[in-house]
């Protein structure tokens, strides 16, 4: 490949060089797009005139590149591109803690934004196996109930059978937890919500990463919280140096971070930066809020969570079944570490319980492994659905970065100036299509030329064709 | 019957007045005791040789002394005796505004109490029609889920057709309601927690019923809310003086008011005491929530709810499938009145949403008319259980008090001082029964020889025993 004005001397081409040579070339004029599969090893065979050694050989170096992508029993299929890796900049200023204030708009931005998709009423697609075997499951647990099972309520805890299941699959990440240490909630942002109310109170200031979820934004707004915004890169997470200048600067409570593929960024926290963040923990007597719900989405192996390097108790690990397997299951959990007990009485006086007979059900669908099958299943479904979004974004004019995310739902992009995603919100809902401005992840101002999009559905042609209406809306002519 | 030393002259006695005084005798005697059913009108003729004309006329004489009452298709049962009707006195002293502090004691009470029974351990007796029909329903609506139904978020208020099952469920008890003026939540605590927080603001004051419901005294202490008891009788409930006298002295945001069949006093509040507190609402600028969640066990008619009379938009009623239904179901709602925008923005912030496929479920056992024949059936059982439970107050030793609730679950006891529930916890405890003390229901540890015992279960055998084992536990000997 040579810099340029270098003389390369090619004094013999071995076939497979050639041949991979042609593939990249091929890939390079988007004879075949991202995550689009290349043509069976067989059918090279015939087009090139190759061995099947060839072939392999070819594929073999470009998949060490990063250039394409083996999926077993499927074929190869084109990864992630250089210009597609230009990743968002970390802009986000440090600006002095304040109390959040949400506007109107940002809260009908998050009703309708809730359900993570550009065409909210497509409907699309069949339902998963997983979702069919989870719902026989909650079916034969409501067909288990007798006696009058029905007259009591649940063990704030929650049922302990689920929390077992909880916990085997906490063990698979690393994390040795207890059943006893977890608690049942209604989802993930109900677990943010038990985790705040038990480590804050009203005025406490809390760091959060910016960009950075609403949901948390939002709760701040609720109980009276000031918020601290710390740039987040989309590729490391959380910058630690940043934390660290903040807290020697201010008097801060809690730290809520995503260190899995948080939202909107999709970034995965290398190790060193989660060590640190703990010793920062340490140091500074903060509570670490983890907020864990996309982790089980990861596309080739789930990280361990930051918990499971808490040996001070500091860290509240927060999740749900949300994501991963179904929004309307409503199931979600919290390890509280050193706040479990008063996480247990929060959550026994604002609901008292969750339901028994739906934690039995999905706790069988986990004991049978139908959720450990579920997830592979829809790891390379999404991973697929990344792939298909961020090709599509190469036909957008202009100069954009986007995350390249290894799990999560959504990626992040950052569009040339003077783009205004906040402005074009009404337009596009004139067209039916709710997009995720970038402003909503910050109480700041911040990222006006930004946007999430979700992955998170299917591909079909309608969406699609809302995908490559967005470039007229968002991009100034 | 006569002063002692009165001579009776009984010029001429008419058969059905012979019967009459016979079965009076007979039931003051405890020959068929609080409860159980008189022999049939066919037995009575043969026994005492009269005609059924003679029988009906006396038992109809009875009925109108309210001493048996007919339960059509089931005969004539024995009905409240003087004795079981002297009510609780109203004990409850006004004290100045407090913060709330409730002890791990009483924590640990209300973990367990949650149950509502005196024997957790038992699970006696058949899964009734009603939740059986329920299931299935619930079960039809996981099975049509379809598509990536499963993806989606529920809207903050919740799933229209249980919103419009809810409001038709209003109309039959005279409040008009639309879809639109609810919000579906994860029960009533959840549905308490949410008006509290949105019309209370840290440091306000609230009146709460004396004794009233203990989930309540825990809201107030977590939102860091100050309490003012009112005196509440256990047969009219709160008393409308003493609030009046209250909020005259002092600034009082919010009353809390269970005005059916309240816990632990089962009062219903008369309608004239509904019209002077919506009145008192407006003069001193009050929220008032209502905890409606026992209007549905009614034994004969159900109450209209106070939020029927609202025409300030002040009422928050806030109501829950837990008690007439079931408990796992983990489903209420909240009519907000004027905070109702506030209401949905805090479920939307604290929980997201609720489960679309449960509330469609619920919905169609609601349209296909099952919960309206769940509750039939269940009022007569209901009442059956809370006469059973009186009766057997009375072989208790000493001179107690007690309630007669005409709906909801539980009888209110007073018992001789120095009684001293509270002691008796640990001690019945140990022998695996769970009570639930006066003090429980008070943040001014009033009501310590007070206790509330709950007929929301079958008394098969063993419960009846553990029931017969309380006076020894309680009684000073």
Same mark, same amino acid.
């Given at each position: ?56 050989? /070819? @594929? ?5 590149? *990063?250039? !394409?992508? =083996?999926?077993?029993?499927? $074929?190869?299929?084109?990864? +992630? &591109? ?112 038990? /985790? @705040? ?5 009203? *005025?406490? !200031?809390? =760091?959060?990463?910016?960009? $950075?979820?609403?949901?948390? +934004? &939002? ?217 995720t401005p970038g402003p909503l992840f910050s109480v700041s101002g911040q990222f006006r030329n930004c946007l999430r999009i979700s992955f998170a559905h299917p591909w079909d042609g309608r969406r699609i064709e809302a995908l490559n209406r967005l470039p007229e809306l968002l991009l100034?002519?």
């Amino acid at each position: 490949m040579g810099r340029k004005g270098e003389v390369q001397v090619i004094q013999t081409e071995y076939r497979y060089q050639q041949l991979e040579n042609w593939l990249l070339q091929a890939i390079a004029e988007q004879r075949w797009r991202l995550g689009e599969r290349l043509p069976s090893i067989r059918a090279l065979c015939e087009q090139q005139g190759v061995s099947k050694a060839t072939v392999q050989h /070819a @594929l073999q170096r470009l998949e060490a590149q *990063g250039l !394409v992508e =083996a999926r077993p029993k499927a $074929g190869y299929f084109v990864a +992630l &591109q250089p210009r597609a890796a230009r990743a968002p900049r970390n802009l986000a200023r440090i600006e002095a803690p304040r109390p959040v204030t949400v506007s109107e708009l940002f809260l009908d931005i998050m009703r309708r934004g809730a359900a993570f998709d550009l065409l909210p009423d497509l409907h699309a697609g069949d339902l998963p196996p997983g979702i069919v075997a989870l719902n026989r499951a909650i079916g034969r647990a409501l067909r288990r109930q007798k006696g009058d099972d029905h007259q009591y309520y649940d063990a704030p805890a929650g049922e302990m059978a689920l929390r077992e299941q909880l916990a085997l699959h906490g063990a698979r990440r690393g994390w040795q937890v207890q059943p006893e240490q977890l608690c049942v909630t209604s989802g993930c942002q109900h677990a943010l919500f038990l /985790a @705040l109310m038990a480590c804050c109170r009203k *005025g406490d !200031v809390v =760091a959060v990463e910016s960009p $950075g979820f609403y949901g948390v +934004l &939002q709760l701040l707004e609720q109980l009276e919280l000031q918020v601290i915004e710390v740039p987040t890169s989309s590729e490391t997470g959380l910058d630690i140096d940043a934390l660290e200048r903040v807290l020697q600067r201010w008097d801060i409570r809690a730290c809520v971070v995503s260190p899995a593929f948080a939202t909107p960024s999709g970034a995965l926290m290398p190790p060193a930066a989660r060590q640190r963040l703990l010793a920062l923990a340490e140091q500074f007597d903060l509570a670490i809020i983890e907020d864990d719900i996309y982790a089980d989405t990861a596309f080739v192996q789930v990280p361990d969570p930051l918990k499971a390097l808490d040996t001070g108790e500091r860290v509240i690990l927060c999740s749900s079944f949300s994501k991963a397997l179904s929004r309307d299951l409503r199931l979600g959990w919290i390890a509280g570490g050193r706040w479990h007990e008063r996480i247990l009485h929060l959550k026994l006086v604002t609901q008292l319980a969750s339901s028994r007979y739906l934690q039995r059900g999905v706790a069988e669908f986990m004991a049978d492994g139908s959720f450990a099958a579920h997830l592979r299943r829809q790891r390379s479904e999404l991973r697929s659905r990344r792939d298909r979004l961020i090709a599509s974004l190469h036909d957008w004019p202009g100069e954009i970065r986007v995350s390249t995310p290894q799990g999560g739902l959504a990626v992040w992009l950052e569009l040339p100036e003077p783009a205004d995603t906040l402005g074009a919100y009404p337009r596009a809902l004139e067209q039916g299509l709710v997009i995720t401005p970038g402003p909503l992840f910050s109480v700041s101002g911040q990222f006006r030329n930004c946007l999430r999009i979700s992955f998170a559905h299917p591909w079909d042609g309608r969406r699609i064709e809302a995908l490559n209406r967005l470039p007229e809306l968002l991009l100034p002519s």
